[in-house]
């Protein structure tokens, strides 16, 4: 009797400890990987604690900051991270090379060129000799990283016009901020830029716009979320709590009422002038985030095929069997 009455206590506090909401139980700490701010808002989401239900009782925030993507994949397949902020890129690497069977999408971070939102931008000299595509055959085009979005949307358009790397053209990886001094010292030829260096590469002035990531391979679920299923189905309940404040902290800062003091937390993570934010960012000039926080399956579906068309990625993928949208779906329904 004694062995069945401690059985039923573990039981009950096992419960209590999954919703957190009566304090006996740690909050769990989840760890977050993320890249680039304000593409990605992971950094800047959790600073107003005022308008987070759950932060603190159910969980708190460990943000790991990276690079880029790539070596997210490396952290999350280790154990080192619970979720990584990936491009549509390295989701596909991260199932065909990493061979992660359990990862899966779980939400949007941002995406590009849908509607009327921003969409990347790739840049020549405003008075040198490219004025078409075909002119960048036998020219140097810089990527931020080989396999990346910039990267893959660049080879897209430059297969569509009949050219392929090393044949036809170079490319070599310069970092974001390097590249429009790059292009001004006729290192290079074309850069892909995405915001704010590209706000501030026409505030600089001097360059023009050859295309777009748009117009080279469509629509982009530039960056997700992604998480292992066995870290999902463990801690659940703490999960959507988390997502649910996630879902609230992006729709205030998509409020227009709420611009200025967005602006404002935006601008002292970065220690940059406000002033280098106001006139775009969350807005139609910036790119597009998800209220309810869920990604874009289709677009991210021929993302994936794009992927496979310019020869970085092998197989077929149905992005389905890597998704689950129950965190962010349970966590909508509790505001809406």
Known sequence: MMRRRLLFLAFGLSLLCASAEQGFCDPLKIRVGWAVVPGQLTSILFVKKDILKHYGTSYTVDLVHFRGSTPQITALAAGELDFAGLAFSSIGLAI???????????ADLYQDGIGDYRTSEYMVLADGPIKTIADLRG?????????GAIDMAMRK???DHGMQEKRDYSIV????????????????DLIGEVT?????????????????????????????LAARSGYIADHRAQLVDFFEDWIR????YLDPKNHAD????????????????????????????????????????????????????NIDIDINKYTDLSLVEDAAKRIH
């Open 173 to 188: 990886e310069v970092e974001f901020p390097n590249m429009l001094p790059a292009l001004k010292a006729k290192k290079v």
């Open 262 to 313: 967005a602006v404002k937390i935006l601008a002292d993570f970065t220690k940059k002038p406000a002033s280098d934010y106001d006139s775009w960012v969350f807005t139609k000039d910036d790119y597009y985030r998800d209220p309810d926080a869920k990604p874009n399956l289709k677009v991210l579906e021929d993302n994936l095929k794009v992927q496979k068309e310019v020869g970085l990625l």
């Open 196 to 224: 704010p260096f590209s706000i501030e590469a026409h505030k600089d002035g001097g360059v023009r716009t050859l295309f777009t990531l748009k117009s080279a391979m469509g629509p982009a679920q530039t960056t997700l």
């Open 96 to 106: 065909q090379n990493a061979h992660m069977d359990d990862i899966r999408v779980v």
């Open 139 to 147: 020219k140097v085009l810089a990527s931020n990283g080989i396999g």
């Open 249 to 252: 902290a992006t729709r205030w």
């Open 157 to 159: 358009i430059m297969l």
